[in-house]
């Protein structure tokens, strides 16, 4: 008798955790560090799936691009046994050679030209938002008020993506970072929906719903030009309306989070504001809002004297690898002081964030603008998660300011 299960063997550790239940994903810290002590790679006995947690077997799997592969889908099913439920990402889940074309479109599109012309709007826009926010009153929920209204306020119109409809876009990106775990509460609870999320996302991405001058009229001019087809793109812009929102929104909301709790760090941040910088890779090393990525093996791999055999699933855990004790000085301390720089918190390699200037730009003119207003921060009730089987995220953070 055969079973697709792997072959058990009798070196390598085995949890019978499971990651994605509500209480690791409340508090997956506890998880994390079992998981970093059990070994370099675990089987999870419930899934067959191996998982790794520590920062270099993390980092040495994102950059081994060869050994571990993406196009079998960077979620929990493998494309080549299951059809996945969207046609899949020309990026995240492709591998060299067809992920590099798209890659060097986008990073042409998201690079260093574009930022520079929309620096100056974007700090204007947190400008007006935080004078909007703080003429209601000294009170919000801060998830609401900042980290989903900052990003909802400017990400779409820099893609060019028209204003109706755009409730879609958190949603969409919600189901889809869950639907990269296994079809669990989470994943049951938002299919009913994804239907209609997706048929709006899918149709903003065509050449006449894109207005000039954005991202997603520089992707069009790319297919123009002969550097994509016409058919790669619409799932290029797809890929920017997919990674670019909630992954923001939970960016904000962990800076804001982390600087409402640490009152030094807001003074340090107030009296240097170049620290916004800092403040924000800080947080993404310490919260990484996108907490797991899989791979795909192609080969047989020894890996801390286990066997992987090829085509099996690995986990990887880039919020248990940022906060690694062998590679991180007091790593569950959120410290201005320390270079974050390193973290995996963006991945790693090939697939390294591309857009990770555009939410370091938008985060940073955020903090920045905020900090120009506000003395200090303080919550003023228990923040609630929201729950998801990749992000990181909060649901409410009740906040109260005190005006500069
Ligand atoms: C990094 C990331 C997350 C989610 C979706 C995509 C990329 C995409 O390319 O669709």
């Known amino acids: 008798m055969t079973t697709s299960t792997p072959v058990l063997d009798t070196t390598i550790p085995t949890s019978n955790e499971d990651p994605f239940s509500q209480e690791v994903l409340a508090d997956p810290l506890p998880f994390q560090r079992r998981l970093r002590e059990a070994g370099e790679v675990v089987l999870l006995e419930r899934y067959g799936v191996f998982a790794m947690g520590r920062y270099e077997t993390v980092r040495a799997a994102l950059l081994d691009w060869q050994g571990f592969e993406s196009s079998a889908g960077v979620g929990i099913t493998d494309f080549r046994k299951e059809t996945p439920w969207r046609p899949p990402s020309l990026l995240l889940e492709a591998d060299p050679p067809h992920h590099d074309a798209p890659r060097s479109v986008l990073e042409r599109v998201l690079g260093p030209r574009a930022l520079r012309e929309l620096a100056p709007r974007w700090e204007a826009d947190a400008d007006d938002l935080i004078d909007e926010v703080l003429a209601q009153g000294i009170e919000f929920d801060a998830v609401e008020s900042l980290a989903e ?91 920017l309306l997919s990674a670019g929102v909630d992954t923001t929104v939970h960016a904000i909301g962990a800076v804001l989070h982390a600087v409402a709790t640490h009152p030094d760090a807001w003074a340090e941040l107030r009296a240097d504001p170049s620290l916004a910088r800092v403040a924000f890779d800080e947080a993404i090393r310490l919260e990484a809002p996108v907490q797991t990525f899989f791979r795909t093996t192609t080969r047989d791999i020894e890996l801390g004297g286990a066997h ?97």
């Open 149 to 239: 209204a900052f990003p909802l306020r400017v990400f779409p119109d820099a893609v060019g993506i028209p204003a109706d409809g755009r409730e879609h876009l958190l949603p969409y990106g919600d189901h889809l970072f869950n639907s990269f775990g296994p079809e669990n509460f989470l994943v049951q609870h938002g299919a009913p929906h994804i239907g209609e999320h997706s048929a709006w996302v899918n149709e903003q991405c065509a050449r006449d719903r894109i207005s000039p001058g954005g991202f997603g009229a520089a992707i069009w001019a790319a297919a123009d030009r002969g550097d994509l087809t016409a058919d790669q793109a619409p799932l290029v812009v797809r890929s």
């Open 308 to 404: 992987i055999p090829a085509r099996n699933k690995i986990l990887m855990f880039l919020g248990s690898a940022n906060s690694d004790p062998r590679r991180w000085t007091d790593p569950e301390r959120f410290d201005l002081s320390r270079d974050p720089s390193g973290h995996v918190g963006f991945g790693m390699g090939i697939h390294q964030c591309v857009g990770q200037h555009v939410a370091r730009l938008e985060a940073v003119s955020l903090i920045t603008a905020l900090a120009r207003r506000v003395e200090s921060i303080q919550l003023i009730g228990t923040p609630e998660r929201h729950l998801n089987n990749t992000l990181r995220a909060w649901k409410r953070m009740p906040m109260r300011v005190e005006l500069a």
